[in-house]
């Protein structure tokens, strides 16, 4: 397989002890428990880099008690790991990034580890850069947009590194020996890369403490921006977003620029007395087919249908070249979800088209694609060579939790059939609807929960030579690790968005589950994490596996 190109950056050498820790058996218990969940329970709270293999001394911090720390590194969700000094105590803070030294306050207190919050700096972080942002320091979007973006690279990297080791239980001499852990794929375009956008509406809006006593007098604040960090009801109001398109950033620059104005008399929605009209505003991003040129939808969330409302706001939208469409998404109920049961075109058409992998792509308002276009041709890319289709379509791709299709329709050029399975109902549609767009006529797209799957499943199409796998963040349930245990297929190519839940999955199919009385029977031949959303701590990770 082709090792993607690391892009001139120069990532430093991992090194790491393979001495297991208590700190990682309670993860690795708590992953364990989670194979058995269909749903995305409680996740990994913690982090398992450069734990002590012992503490020095017994530490009980207590809550409200303050600490000075030093960040090590990136842990869960970009969380900084520290420890108490000459105890190994583990410690996470929120925004403390590696090499910074500062005071916390205890927060939450777990067995094995707590939580602070940042009070503040003594001395900043290694690799510091300026964030572009105004709002970085407030929004809980880009974490470490003021971490260079190589360190955040090398962060990422050593995390997926960690994990394989400790969750997946890989020898560091396997991975290193076998040549199975690829460099990281950075990301060319590391800001507007974000092709989808959800900003809230809120008649709270949150104001960083140095800004409080300015406003003083009591008065409703409404606000069209991003949830502050830990808070369903406050808003940040944001007037430009860099991770999202300049398009995109005239429409929101337009509509904040006037649906304040009373004479609209246009209110935003409360989550608490449920009264109000604007809930939120989704924005994206897509390409004509025919001229390549950025088009854009527009889609309004309401708790009711009122387009005499909206209509000075879409007048003005409209007059943007680049926005081709502004939907209508009535969400009547209590919920602050973003999909509605009623929809309503406001402006132009219904749907805007993505080109990806040389087809296209129709999306709708509430259909799901990839967010980061750009990336996702590199991450597909990578997929494809792992499959390591022959291309004279002789062989079955099985694709499991396939979405809308793009991962198996990229395929099925090459095979001689696709069967795709999706809980979804709706994705499942689209699904077909890009099949049929782009005249693929050998993929077959199935509704199914794939965590309820029964002995009969498998019945319905032939023995595949590739399975795909990409789960989402609670990764394979053990129903499923049990069929593909069975199936034998010669190749798994497993796409992962949760480094920790993939790691343990790859322990699974690798090395088996004791407990259930299932041996391993597949060979870990290569893993490349990808970066698909500069500043944030996600990452995704493509693994290839061979039967033995």
């Known amino acids: 397989m082709a090792t993607m190109p690391s892009h001139g950056l120069r990532l430093r050498h991992l090194t790491t002890t393979t001495t297991t820790r208590p700190f990682l058996r309670t993860l690795r218990s708590s992953l364990s428990s989670q194979a058995s969940l269909p749903e995305d329970s409680a996740q990994v709270q913690v982090q398992v880099q450069q734990q002590p293999s012992k503490p020095n001394r017994s530490f009980f911090p207590k809550r ?14 970009g969380k900084g790991l520290c420890k108490v000094a000459d105890t190994g105590f583990v410690v996470m803070c929120d925004r403390a990034l590696p090499g910074e030294r500062f005071i916390g306050r205890v927060t939450r207190k777990k067995d094995n580890y707590a939580e602070v919050t940042k009070v503040k700096t003594i001395s900043p972080h290694w690799d510091f850069v300026d964030a572009p942002c105004e709002y970085a320091s407030y929004c809980g979007g880009c974490k470490t947009q003021n971490l260079s973006y190589e360190a955040q690279l090398r962060a990422k990297e050593q995390q997926v590194h960690e994990l394989v080791m400790h969750v997946g239980k890989f020898s560091c001499e396997e991975l290193e020996s076998l040549n199975i852990m690829k460099p990281i794929v950075p990301c060319d375009i590391q800001f507007h890369y974000r092709n989808k956008m959800e900003f809230s509406f809120g008649t709270q809006e949150w104001l960083p403490k140095e800004l409080l006593l300015e406003k003083q007098d009591g008065s409703e604040s409404y606000a069209l921006g991003l949830h502050a960090p830990g808070f369903f009801d406050k808003v940040l109001n944001v007037n430009k977003c860099l991770l999202q398109s300049e398009p995109a950033n005239m429409v929101l620059a337009a509509i904040q620029d006037c649906w304040r104005d009373p004479q609209l008399g246009i209110s935003a929605y409360n989550v608490h007395s449920h009264a109000g ?24 969330v309401t708790s009711s249908y009122k387009p005499e409302l909206l209509k000075p706001l879409v007048e003005k939208i409209s007059s943007i070249p680049e ?59 990578l997929i494809e060579e792992c499959a390591g289709l022959r291309g004279d379509g002789s062989e079955i791709v ?108 790859l322990d699974y199919l690798c090395h088996g589950v004791i407990d259930k009385n299932l041996e391993g029977c597949y060979k870990l031949k290569s893993l490349q994490a990808v970066d698909m ?16």
Not at 65 to 72: F, N, P, R, S
Not at 330 to 348: F, R
């Open 398 to 505: 099985l694709d499991l939790f396939c979405g809308t299709g793009t991962i198996g329709l990229t395929l099925a050029r090459k095979a001689r059939q696709v069967y795709g399975y999706e809980v979804v109902a709706q994705a499942i549609a689209d699904a077909c609807l890009n099949a049929k767009l782009n005249n693929i006529y050998n993929a077959t797209f199935v509704q199914g929960d794939l965590n309820k799957i029964d002995e009969s499943f498998g019945n319905n199409f032939p023995k595949p030579d590739v399975v795909i796998s990409d789960p989402n963040r609670p990764g394979m349930h053990m129903k499923l690790i049990k069929f593909l245990l069975k199936l034998k297929a010669p190749r798994i190519v497993y796409v992962s968005c949760n480094p920790a839940t993939c790691a343990r999955d």
């Open 64 to 77: 409200g008690q303050t600490l000075e720390l030093v960040c090590e590194s990136l842990g869960f969700k």
């Open 533 to 548: 959303f500069p500043h944030t701590p996600h990452i995704e990770c493509v693994c290839l596996l061979e039967l033995c």
């Open 323 to 381: 926005v081709v469409s502004v939907m209508n998404n009535v969400n009547s109920s209590i919920g602050n979800t973003s999909v509605g049961e009623e929809e309503y075109t406001l402006y132009g058409k219904s749907a805007i088209t993505e080109i990806l992998r040389g087809l296209t792509f129709q999306i709708s308002a509430n259909s799901f694609f990839q967010t980061n276009t750009h990336q996702a041709e590199v991450l597909y890319k």
């Open 277 to 300: 009209f604007l809930k939120h505003l989704m924005l994206r991003t897509g390409r004509d087919v025919k001229t390549g040129l950025p088009e854009l939808m527009v889609n309004f």
